[in-house]
């Protein structure tokens, strides 16, 4: 866990629309962020639950693309809940993003007394830790960021679920050879599955998925068209720059 002291950057997200503060050490946001905001489907009115929302990155680029959008940020570090606060607020989003300090595995109690009922969330949106426990980080914040013990992916998806409604979507980018890990864990309570393969290049293979699901849908699988980050020469694919410095959504379903 950073101290309070511990020195930070400013940096620019969505092209400069987003500025937000970090920690110079331990996790810091990147492309999984945008990518997991511009695919989860929010309307205005809705409320949207970032899981593990360290410093509001994806929370914001999502709260930044839908107006009138209501997001909590939940985060366990509280000096990243404290910077995730204070980038809402130097975003002219406060009045719709609130950052909560609370751990995901907390009792359902202390979900319902930060204000989190059951049942009730329109969006969950998460990036959880999806590294194996060896080969560590020695900073403390990176672990908890990256590295998961078994059943932590489960364990997030089983609270998404208690706090969507019926047929609430459930959003998540995850290592892309971890997939199998993913369909298990959404095999109980969601349906209408859809999967993104995220590509570095044409002909590499995938790094990421990203993964929409509604709770309690009969619908079957769907698995779409990839998303190449850059072209055969490196440079930065068209689609890509749209979503990582444009904020355009990026839509996980048929047709």
């Known amino acids: 866990m ?3 002291a511990d020195p930070t950057s400013e940096d620019a997200l969505l092209g400069g629309r987003l500025v ?4 110079l ?4 946001f990147g492309h999984d962020a945008v990518l997991l905001a511009a695919a989860t489907p929010a309307r205005t009115g809705e409320h949207a639950i970032d899981l593990g929302a360290g410093v509001g990155a994806a929370g914001l680029a999502l709260a930044r693309r839908v107006e009138g959008l209501a997001i909590t940020l939940i985060e ?3 000096n990243l809940a404290a910077l995730a606060r204070e980038n809402a607020a130097r975003n002219a989003l406060a009045n719709r993003v ?20 059951l049942d009730s969330a329109d969006h969950v949106l998460m990036n959880p830790p999806f590294n194996a426990p060896h080969n560590l980080s020695p900073d403390q914040a990176r672990r908890l960021a990256y590295a998961a013990s078994p059943g932590t992916l489960a364990q997030w998806i089983d609270i998404a679920a208690r706090l969507l409604r019926p047929q609430g979507a ?13 369909l298990a864990a959404l095999a109980s309570g969601y349906g209408a599955i859809a999967i993104m393969p995220v590509y570095p290049k044409p002909g590499a293979a995938a790094i990421r998925v990203l ?8 619908a079957p699988l769907t698995l779409l068209p990839g998303l190449f980050l850059a072209d055969s020469d490196n440079k930065p694919s068209a689609q890509a720059e749209a979503i990582l410095r444009d904020g355009v959504a990026l839509v996980l379903r048929a047709g």
């Not at 937000?20 to 920690?23: A, E, F, S």
């Not at 609130?98 to 202390?110: G, I, S």
């Open 2 to 4: 950073a101290a309070a």
């Open 20 to 23: 937000l503060r970090q920690p």
């Open 25 to 28: 050490r331990g996790h810091r």
């Open 76 to 78: 366990l570090d509280p």
């Open 98 to 117: 609130r950052a909560v300090c609370l751990d995901v595995a907390a009792p359902v109690a202390q979900f319902a007394d930060a204000g989190l009922a």
């Open 170 to 182: 459930l959003t998540l980018i995850w290592r892309a050879d971890g997939l199998a890990e993913v």
């Open 211 to 218: 993964v929409s699901a509604a709770k309690g849908s009969n």
